[in-house]
């Protein structure tokens, strides 16, 4: 079955723009988690939705950060007044329900260059 | 602050013999996560550890977790090639899934 999906594959934006980052998660799946990935690192926790409602949004960095996922199901990263230091790797995870036993299905990221 | 430590951060393997991968972590957690890494791609989850004692084992890979000494191992047993990627342990802080990784164990297999 189709996985988690994210577009763009790529962005390359200025500083200071605008971006939307979108996430399709698995069908079905409740639980929805955005992670950020910088060059030789782990994943870093972002935020966490279960529906509609982000439960947990205490990895957002600043107030430029912002997501919703207004229907349950696709859900957006955005990001304003982009700097050069937002350039990463962004990665949307899916579970079925929120919780340790579930295990997160990784989307392939969009990878984020600030110029 | 949760702290989640892997070593070795670089591992050369020679094919057909065994290593060791390991992952600590700073608090009380039972939930820990093993994910791979190929370069440019996302990543595929490993194995789910949920409680103490608990041990994993899938073709040549084995996971398990010590609650108490807050350690994790990935065991790689007989090296291929195959096996070169990154591998990551992650720790889940809340019940809810959301997971602090470590930084990562790249591993490059050679003949």
């Not at chain 1, 966490?48 to 199901?73: H, I, K, W």
């Not at chain 2, 994993?56 to 084995?62: D, F, P, V």
């Not at chain 2, 609650?67 to 994790?72: D, E, G, M, Q, V």
Request: hydrophobic residues 30%; aromatic residues 12%; proline residues 4%.
């Amino acid at each position: 079955g189709a996985g988690v999906s994210q577009t763009p594959s790529n962005k390359v934006t200025e500083k200071g723009k605008y971006v939307e980052l979108r996430c399709d998660p698995i069908s079905g799946h409740t639980a929805l988690y955005w992670y950020r990935q910088s060059l030789g690192q782990g994943p870093e926790f972002l935020i966490y939705f279960q529906g509609t409602g982000a439960a947990d949004d205490s990895g957002l960095p600043n107030d430029r950060f912002f997501a919703v996922r207004p229907e349950g199901s696709v859900s957006t990263l955005k990001i304003q007044r982009t700097e050069r230091g937002d350039s990463a790797v962004y990665l949307c995870a899916s579970s079925f329900s929120g919780g340790p036993a579930y295990e997160q299905y990784f989307g392939p990221g969009t990878r984020l260059t600030v110029t | 602050e949760l702290k989640v430590e892997q070593n070795p951060l670089f591992l050369s393997m020679q094919e057909g013999k065994n290593y060791t991968i390991y992952c600590n972590y700073s608090t009380t957690s039972d939930r820990l996560y093993w994910y791979r890494q190929d370069p440019g791609k996302s990543l595929e989850s490993l194995f789910v550890l949920l409680s103490n004692g608990a041990v994993k084992q899938e073709g040549r890979l084995m996971a398990s977790l010590d609650t108490k000494a807050r350690l994790s191992t990935l065991h790689i047993t007989a090296a291929v090639h195959d096996l070169s990627a990154t591998y990551f342990c992650a720790v889940d802080t809340d019940s809810w899934g959301k997971l602090q990784f470590g930084a990562g164990t790249q591993v490059v297999v050679t003949p």
